[in-house]
């Protein structure tokens, strides 16, 4: 099956890793210039990966009722993200708070672990500059996607992976100050 992924993003790049490894054949679409570009920021660029706190308890602190995320904890977990990361290279450590970071504290090393992975993958294809213009359908059906170039390109399936606009806001912020 042919499978494309709209961001190139963590949650993006985990998606074409388990598509692939599927046997499907994946294209990441990217608009940035390389995948996870917004890793670079988080836990002040040192990337708080995951807690290693049990999966009840990360039920309970969600807001409101985080009981839908049974079913996604089922197929992927803090220990399944723990696991690829080291067994990739990347040494991670706990600090206070049950945090889990890498031993370097560089948030680029988990962004670079991330898409080496994806690499590693012959049935994957990274496509970036590539900002998803329209989800291309015919009735109820998806069959592809246009691109901003206006090159258009067909998928069996679509994974919409195009994450939040909190960096948006945290880029303004900083132009604020
Ligand atoms: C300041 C800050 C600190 C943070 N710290 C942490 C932390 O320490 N630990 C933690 O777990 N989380 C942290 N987060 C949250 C974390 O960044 C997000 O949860 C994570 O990036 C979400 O991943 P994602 O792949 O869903 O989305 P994103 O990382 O946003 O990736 C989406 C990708 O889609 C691409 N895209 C969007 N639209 C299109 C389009 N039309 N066509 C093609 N590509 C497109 C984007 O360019 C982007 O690369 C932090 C966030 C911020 C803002």
Not at 33 to 50: A, E, P, Q, W, Y
Not at 109 to 114: F, G, M, P, S, T
Not at 132 to 158: C, D, H, P, R
């Amino acid at each position: 099956m042919n499978v494309i992924v709209v961001g190139g993003g963590p949650s993006g790049m985990l998606a074409a890793i388990s598509s692939a490894q599927n046997g499907n054949k994946v294209i990441i679409l990217e608009k940035n210039s390389f995948l996870g570009k917004k890793i670079l920021v988080t836990g002040k660029g040192r990337c708080n990966v995951t807690s290693s706190i049990e999966m009840e308890e990360f039920i309970k602190n969600i807001p409101g009722n985080g009981k839908f995320l049974y079913s996604a904890f089922q197929n992927f977990t803090n220990k399944d993200i723990i696991n690829l990361l080291e067994n990739n290279g990347v040494k991670l450590k706990e600090e206070r708070g049950n945090r889990i970071f890498p031993v370097s504290d560089r948030a680029e090393d988990i962004r670079a672990c991330l898409e080496n992975v994806v690499r590693k993958h012959e049935n994957i294809e990274i496509k970036i500059n590539s900002r998803v213009e329209e989800i291309l359908t015919e009735g109820e059906e998806v069959y592809g996607v246009k691109l901003e170039s206006g090159e258009k390109i067909q998928a069996n399936k679509v994974i919409i992976a195009t994450g939040g606009n909190s960096y948006c806001r945290y880029r303004i912020y900083w132009r604020r100050i």
